[in-house]
């Protein structure tokens, strides 16, 4: 079997790290006679070189540039690579699909914020006519996108039933492929976690961005502050003066963090490794988004030892189950209690560490990529059935 991985737009974040753990397990778990060609930005080639054997790794910029240049690249440049490679199946893994594709087609789809109710009702109203416009066209494309695959993939169900209010997308034609984290880094309990937390570290991990609800999390730290019941550190992978990917940090967050003097801690932006000592280092883990494909950081805190706070929107109770602790997505007050729940109770830590490392199980990575090489074998079987028949009559 022979893949192209359309992965051109991976330069940072998630997409970056996905394309980089897919392309490592790979070369695990494929068998020795299948075949990958996978393009990425310049700054993810530097750091992919292989052999050629098993995985080819080409650069393009195309992401970099307009939206008309992305668009060219999708239905014009990698039409003609799709001519000159010949694969059996192509992985478009993020959002947008080439037209009228001449192989086999699977689509990832994995962006939240143009589907999420949550989102579309609370917080896009509020942003500029431009965004809201860019946001409007993006949907578009998705839709458009999914039409033209031959299977779309999201990583939750959740993200499908999102996605399938704007997109008709038959039943057989979708599947939920959860991510997941290795399974080498599914860790025990580590005796410090065990001991009274003063402070309690709280540790939320991502990128800033208008849907990861910062502002409730400053809040209810702000709350816990006032009261004095529960001394609280809380840790930030951002750097102070660090504005969003779509939208600059608000007024309201700057002022919260401002106020909060001492009790943030700015770890900044963070490597792999570095993430996972923090995790190890923590006693909480908060995530507090309005919307989310999935929420890795979910799974990985679970990983680390970690108790998870999560907003209660259906994606995050379709990861953690009964291994979290929710509450209303904007409800400071009940995420305020949640933290002074376990910042005062060890054993309820320690209970939901326990619930969190059989959770996590269900989400491992390399189940992730199982699923999806079986989904692109499954594509391309005609194909290569094809192939043999055309073999054995010459």
Known sequence: MKVLVNAVSAK?????????NLVRSLEQQARPD??????????????MRRDGKLVRVLSSRAASGSYARRWWWDQVTLR????????????????????????PQALLVRIPIYFSREYCARVLPGQPAAFRTEIALRRLLVCRSTGSADCVVTPSAAMLEDLRRFARIPEGRARVIPY?????????????????????????????????????????????????????ELRLTLEPAQNGQHTPMRQEERELLRSLGERV???????????????????????????????????EAMAGGLPVVASDIPVHREICGAAARYFPVFDADALAEQLAALGADDGLRAEMVRQGS?????????????????????????????????????
């Open 12 to 20: 940072l974040g998630g997409a970056a790290t996905y394309v980089r």
């Open 34 to 47: 299948d075949r990958f060609v996978v393009v990425v930005p310049p700054e993810r080639a530097g750091e």
């Open 80 to 103: 003609r690579l799709v001519a000159r490679e010949r694969p059996d199946v192509l992985f478009s893994s993020a959002n947008f699909a080439m037209l009228s594709c001449p192989c």
């Open 180 to 232: 997941g984290v290795p399974e080498e880094r599914i860790a025990a309990l580590g005796p410090a976690r065990r001991e009274h937390a003063d402070p309690l570290r709280v540790l939320w991990v991502s990128h800033y961005a208008d849907h990861k609800n910062l502002a409730t999390l400053l809040r209810a730290v702000a709350l816990l502050q006032r009261r004095g019941s529960t001394q609280v």
């Open 265 to 299: 801690r700015y770890l900044g932006v963070l490597g792999y490794e570095q993430v996972w000592q923090a995790y190890r280092e923590a006693h909480v883990f908060v995530f507090p988004s309005l919307c989310e494909s999935f929420g890795h950081p979910l799974v």
């Open 358 to 394: 059989v959770r996590v199980r269900s989400f491992l990575w390399e189940d992730h990529v199982s699923g999806l090489l079986g989904l692109l074998r499954e594509m391309a079987a005609p194909k290569l059935a094809s192939r043999d028949a055309a073999a054995q009559v010459a």
